[in-house]
């Protein structure tokens, strides 16, 4: 953050803001700030969809000739859905380092879109092994600086209560276009097979690629920058945005740069416990990128398959919607993390009991609800470090970015030998899914221990000055 900004900042916190909004009351205006605002950033539901689609539209090619035109052989269909997540893991950090110093998302999230809707178009024009890997180990490097960047955004105008729904509304976009990008892979895949001399799953990557630009043109007129630099606010929204989040504790006023908030993050164990808990629960998800595969064994044909890959994630999101909700409410994050991932847990059972088809198509709508408690886990990140800026980016980015190996590590859990069953794959999965769930636990008994000592503080506390946290502050567990 500029010194201008820190000066912008601290007058709009140190403004008496009801002075400013005679007419109305502090929270008629919040009300109306909140609905700009959500109408605004629920174009992130359409991005992140796009985001996901072009990530991994290589699943439903291979229910076409992709394998075959391309002359795959052995693990290469792995490490083609692996080597995405390289570049994608090296390029967190920078590009949320960039997003702080710049304070432009509304310019750097589109532009990044641009960038890898054009690498995601060229892999329809790919020839062979080595050219759609060099495609893919691109994309990642184009597609890195999204999540981070869009987690770091919400976290930068919404209160650590209102983050979990805010996160899940931002990422459904991702749970509904694994099921209808699926249905829309479809239609290509049977509708586009040699038209005009190409290949379906060419035009997969064409007509994905190419709505992913003309969106990203479109996100560039839409999408807010920060409180304190967003045009189309009011001043009296502007003051309210800013002031509202420093009542919440959310933010210390960027007291500390770039550097030093990489420093501060990189200095912080729970940044390193997250980032590996999340290693181990991206593992668990493996089973994502490769649903069409899974849902395939059902034994139906490709159109029928990629139209059953559609209700377990209208499931899914359901699901997250209503677990962020109360989530939120409650101010809770672990419990609902345990109950979505005690529900993916049973699914992996399932499907490792039996091969009956209603049995294992149950257990994908199980295993898919997993996403609520990915975006809990998301919500509860942010509240952990929600006060300084610079540490939060740092800290999103890094933890986003590492946590993506278990992606790495994923693509080769499911073995085509290993099939249909799969069996020690759903193993793999539900072991990491333990481990990852107990990882979170530990963080959560020390969190709560450190509410507690907080408590303690305040009650002790001759000079409320002195304190290491605002009054009132605590972390949400």
Request: glycine share 8%; hydrophobic share 50%; charged share 15%.
């Amino acid at each position: 953050m500029t010194t201008l900004s820190h000066a912008k900042v601290a007058e709009y916190t140190h403004n008496d803001f009801s002075s400013g909004v005679p007419s109305q009351t502090r929270n008629d205006l919040e009300r109306r700030l909140l609905r700009k605002l959500d109408l605004r950033m629920s174009l992130i539901i359409v991005l992140y969809a796009l985001n996901f689609v072009d990530r991994a539209n290589a699943s439903s090619a291979r229910l076409g000739t992709f394998e075959q035109d391309l002359h795959l052989q052995g693990n290469q269909y792995a490490t083609i859905l692996s080597i995405l997540y390289v570049g994608y893991i090296l390029m967190q950090v920078p590009a949320n380092m960039v997003m702080h110093w710049l304070e432009k998302p509304s310019i750097l999230i589109p532009g990044s879109m641009v960038v890898w809707g054009l690498v995601s178009t060229s892999t329809g024009i790919t020839k062979n092994y080595t050219g759609v890997l060099l495609a893919r180990f691109f994309l990642g490097f184009v597609e890195a600086p999204f999540y981070p960047g869009v987690l770091y955004l919400i976290s930068g105008w919404y209160k650590r209560d209102e983050l979990a729904v805010r996160t899940t509304l931002v990422t459904c976009g991702s749970v509904l276009a694994a099921g209808f990008g699926s249905v829309f892979a479809s239609g290509i895949l049977t509708g586009m097979q040699g038209k005009l001399g190409q290949a379906a799953w060419r035009w997969l990557f064409y007509i994905e690629g190419g709505a992913t630009i003309l969106v990203a043109i479109c996100a560039f007129f839409i999408l807010p920058d920060f409180p304190h630099n967003t045009k189309w606010l009011t001043p009296e929204e502007r003051a309210l945005a800013i002031s509202r989040l420093a009542e919440d504790g959310t933010n210390e006023l960027g007291k500390r740069t770039t550097i030093q908030g990489l420093r501060d993050a990189v200095c912080d164990w729970k940044v390193w416990w997250f980032s590996v808990a999340l290693i181990i629960q991206f593992v668990a998800l493996s089973f994502v990128i490769y649903f069409p595969t899974i849902v395939a064994t059902l034994g139906y044909d490709t159109m029928n398959t990629l139209l059953l890959c559609a209700p377990p994630w209208v499931f899914s999101t359901i699901v997250a919607f209503v677990i962020s909700r109360y989530s939120d409410k409650t101010q809770k994050r672990y419990v609902f993390l345990v109950a979505s991932s005690a529900l993916a847990g049973v699914g992996f059972i399932i499907s490792i009991c039996t091969m009956n088809t209603v049995a294992r198509y149950t257990s994908v709508f199980l295993m898919a609800q997993i996403s609520a408690a990915y975006m809990v886990i998301w919500g509860w990140i942010n509240n952990v470090f929600a006060r300084e800026p610079a540490k939060r980016a740092v800290a999103i980015a890094l933890i986003n970015g590492l946590s993506q190996t278990g992606n790495i590590i994923g693509a080769f859990v499911w073995p085509i030998n290993w099939g249909p069953t799969y069996r020690y794959s759903y193993a793999i999965c539900l072991a990491a899914l333990g481990v990852s769930t107990t990882m979170f636990g530990v963080m959560y008994l020390y969190l709560r221990r450190v509410n507690e000592q907080i408590e303690r503080d305040e009650r002790n506390a001759k000079d409320i000055n002195k304190l290491l946290h605002p009054v009132g502050f605590r972390y949400l567990v």
